[in-house]
Every structure is written in C-alpha cells, then in structure tokens.
C-alpha cells in the first residue's frame, strides 16, 4: 500500500482493541509510511504486530511502547484536534518504559524535512503536554 500523503511504501501494524479508539473510523490497524511517517487506516492489518524498529532505531523494541508511539506520529498533524488523544498515547509510552520526546528527537534527526510535520517543533509543543 501506497502513502496517501508522500506515495512512500507504508508499513501495516495491527492495534489493539484498547488503542483503536485513536484510530481513524473503524479500523483495526494502521499504517505508518516509511518515507513521511504518515499513518492511515489499516482493515486488514497482519495479526502480529511487526518490527517497527524497521522505520528507525529510535521506535522502541517494545509493542507497548512502539504501537502507540506509531499512533502518536500519526496524529502530529494536527496537535490541536488531537490533544487530547496525544496526551494520552504519551502517558502510555512512559508506563512501557520510553521517552517519547527522546523518540521524536531521534526521529526528527533521521527524517528532517521528509516527514509529514516537523517533528522538531512539535517535539517541542509534546514537551508542554506532559
């Protein structure tokens, strides 16, 4: 599948039933793009959440960490909108033992200006949330 925003090859990653309230209507997964980190809706996701450590080093190991920091990237696009859904992804990337403003700021080192929002200044804005 194609990213919607870059045309970049995109990665499907399934979401738990507790995470979907985040997801764009009523999908069961989401795709992150490789190229822009875009993420879009995924209904017919594998069963097993893949290696996201593939889009960079800097997305955590860890499934409880990495799927909601996939849907963190997801919805940088408009912090406004999204707040208070952001707010809550953070919190829940702590309790699984990561810094998510340590991830944005390795990712906005790996992707700079490909990304689909400047990670760097929205780093920034994720840091007043907390």
Same mark, same amino acid.
């Given at each position: ?17 507790e995470?979907? %309230? ?9 795709t992150?793009?490789?190229?822009c ?18 889009l ?8 409880d960490?990495a ?19 952001i ?6 990337? %702590? ?31 994720? %840091?007043?949330?907390?």
């Amino acid at each position: 599948m194609s990213c919607s925003e870059c045309g970049g090859e995109t990665l499907a990653v399934p979401v738990p039933p507790e995470l979907r %309230e985040y997801l764009p209507g009523n999908a069961v997964g989401a795709t992150i793009c490789r190229t822009c980190l875009a993420m879009g809706p995924a209904e017919d996701p594998p069963e097993t959440i893949p290696d996201l450590t593939v889009l960079d080093d800097a997305i955590p190991s860890n499934p409880d960490a990495a799927v909601p920091m996939v849907l963190i990237l997801g919805l940088l696009d408009s912090l406004a909108l999204h707040r208070q859904e952001i707010t809550a992804l953070l919190e829940r990337a %702590e309790r699984a033992g990561t810094d998510p403003l340590l991830v944005v700021d390795r990712l906005a080192d790996s992707y700079g200006g490909d990304a689909h929002v400047d990670l760097a200044r929205r780093r920034h804005q994720l %840091e007043q949330l907390l």
